[in-house]
């Protein structure tokens, strides 16, 4: 108890950046640099078990994706928390690019994200899409994440969908850059996908929008 004490005293100090249901995440300071606290502990009783398990996804993910540029770098985490790199940039939605490098550039970011074995299974949500400081494409938010090393059809189904929604995000931005194949991704979602939208999607709206408050764009300050 005094432990925890101690690191909710020190996390005071630092910038809290959001606070729902599965806990909070904090701007903190760790060796002089910025990073990202992801803290379950505040989370509520009935949620603490699922928090930790997104988390422990998260952590997952980012350990197989060390080294890559473009994506936070996990630094520690243990059954409750996670530290990982903060990414300078601003959402989506906020910066509303259209240059077609930056497209170009974050259709290869998830080609590596792939290759490593870890699908998004997020980037819907325009917040979990960044436009860096220098204009580059990064991903962030990986707690629904898959890490696998099989190449098996649940994969490749998660892998298209994290490129159809990718290519959503083209399509709001910059409708003229699409080619005749990303057209076709667009219009034929997998089965799965489609079997989300029709049984899954409108509880699931229900449950964020009407009793838990959130939005599309919530978290868009979670970097």
Known sequence: MQDYQLLRNVL???????????????KVTEGGELAIMRDTRPARWWLRRLARALLQREA?????????????QLMRSDHHTLLRTF????????????????FRDAAKLLRTIHRAGVTHNDLAKEPNVLVCD???????DFQLAATTSSRG????????????HLLKHKRSYRPDLLTARERSILDTPSPPARAWMFFVKPVYLVVTRK?????????????
């Open 87 to 102: 990414i300078p940039g601003r959402p989506l939605f906020e910066y509303r690019p259209h240059s077609a490098v930056y």
């Open 12 to 26: 005071s100090k630092n910038e809290l950046l959001k606070r729902d249901l599965f806990g909070e995440i904090r």
């Open 134 to 140: 220098d204009s580059s494409p990064a991903f962030i």
């Open 60 to 72: 997952r993910a980012l350990a197989a994706l060390t080294d890559i540029d473009g994506v936070p």
């Open 211 to 223: 009793l838990l408050g959130w939005s599309d764009r919530e978290g868009a300050a979670d970097r």
């Open 153 to 164: 059809r649940l994969f490749r189904a998660a892998a298209r969908e994290d490129i159809r």
